[in-house]
């Protein structure tokens, strides 16, 4: 088999796999919020699931807040942090896939251009979107898989990111719970 038989047959998986994971969250999302009785696995598979739907909000961060006032919310943020970093990898998936459902979108096409135009500066801008609450950072794992940014490189700096926002919001939580509680 060709080599670039293998990459469309490759990137035809990965644009399956994806619509079928969003599909499926979309269809059991009323039994993922059970998960968080399983503690830190249930934090981990929550965001891992909340954060591998594209374009369709799943709030894991309200289940980072009030895991982070009943567990300890430095785990619970690491725990949140890797499991959404696992799950961002569905949009990377989708931009190399080469099916960017978002490349009409001008936001998207600035993503990309400035990722392009700026290979040394992807890595940081990667941990800053994945850092920071915001609905873009969708757009961001495309492109890079788009760009064909190696997927080690693409997980690990969404995953500090990641955590550098989880543990925000599990620190409000064990907060709100002792100023509340006490």
């Known amino acids: ?3 670039e038989r293998r990459l469309t047959i490759l990137r035809l998986l990965a644009l399956f796999f994806v619509i079928g994971l969003v599909a499926a969250i979309f269809i059991f999302r009323d039994q993922i919020q059970h998960l968080a009785r399983y503690g830190y696995a249930g934090i981990f598979l929550i965001n891992m699931i909340a954060n591998a739907t ?3 909000p799943v709030p894991g961060v309200v289940m980072v807040f009030a ?3 009943v567990l300890n919310p430095f785990a619970t943020a690491v725990a949140a942090g890797l499991g959404g970093a696992t799950g961002e990898l569905s949009g990377y998936l989708l931009g190399f896939s080469g099916q960017g459902v978002a490349e009409r979108s001008q936001t998207f096409l600035q993503f990309y251009a400035w990722m392009a135009s700026h290979p040394r500066s992807t890595d940081l801008a990667i941990l800053i979107l994945a850092a920071i609450p915001n ?3 969708d757009m961001a ?3 890079a898989g788009m760009l064909k940014i190696p997927i080690h490189r693409f997980w690990f700096f969404c995953a500090v990111g990641s955590i550098i926002k989880y543990s925000f919001f599990a620190f409000m939580g064990s ?3 002792r100023f509340f509680f006490r």
Do not use: E
């Open 1 to 3: 088999m060709s080599p």
């Open 54 to 56: 594209v374009f369709v």
């Open 67 to 69: 895991m982070g006032a």
């Open 135 to 137: 609905p873009f950072f």
């Open 141 to 143: 794992g495309i492109a």
């Open 175 to 177: 907060t709100a719970l």
